[in-house]
């Protein structure tokens, strides 16, 4: 395994709290209550096909007044354990490692400011940088050209299905980070690889020619 790419909300970082919390108060500011069950059925969609989903009015609208509370929450995001230390060995080891995201790049800078990890990365992909979003292959594919990458020597990494649908549908292996999973049998058992943590992927990495 030569290039290994990594989503970031729920593999990368716990975010699931903040996104979620964050909108329940959107909603609430108009009068509407959710419960986090209901919110949480978006998770790992980007935000404007979230809310679209959802039904909402003004979705663009209702998109920024979301956003605008992000900070409000954001002493719910951390680090998953083990993560730095993960991206060190495969740094360590010269693996090609990129970042594929829903998040926009002010998305992204925002939420990694408070945490040393972006250094590791060769290639990042965001959210509007290709015409087709997850689960569609092109963001993956963008990056393996960004990266001048063998697609048979990599791997995807992430923890939603639409994740490993756009692994995929790129003709890449998806591997499952478990860590940031709440239920593996949305999966179907279709996931190439499940990684209970973050040291797993890094022997899976180092021991595959």
């Known amino acids: ?13 716990s975010t699931e709290s903040m996104y979620m919390q964050s909108l329940i108060q959107t909603f609430r500011d108009r009068g509407i209550e959710k419960s986090y069950e209901e919110v949480y059925k978006i998770f790992g969609l980007p935000s404007l096909d979230g809310l679209i989903k959802l039904g909402v009015e003004n979705p663009e609208e209702m998109q920024l007044a979301w956003q605008s509370h992000y900070h409000d929450f954001w002493y719910e995001v951390n680090l998953f ?9 495969l740094n360590l080891n010269s ?7 829903s998040n926009t790049p002010e998305e992204f800078a925002n939420h990694s400011s408070d945490f040393d990890f972006v250094k590791y990365f060769d290639d990042f992909v965001f959210a509007g940088q290709t015409p087709n979003m997850k689960p569609a292959a092109d963001p993956i594919l963008k990056s393996l050209e960004n990266l001048d990458a063998d697609g048979t020597m990599a791997m995807y990494i992430g923890d939603s299905v639409h994740d490993m649908q756009a692994a995929h549908n790129a003709g ?38």
């Open 95 to 101: 693996k090609q490692l990129g970042i594929v995201t």
């Open 172 to 209: 890449i292996k998806f591997g499952m980070a478990a860590w940031g999973v709440r239920d593996q049998s949305v999966f179907n058992n279709q996931a190439d690889v499940i990684f209970d943590t973050p040291s797993a992927l890094v022997t899976y990495v180092l021991e595959s020619k």
């Open 81 to 89: 354990d083990g993560i730095t230390e993960m991206l060190a060995q």
């Open 1 to 13: 395994m030569r290039t290994v790419i990594f989503d970031v909300d729920g593999t990368l970082l």
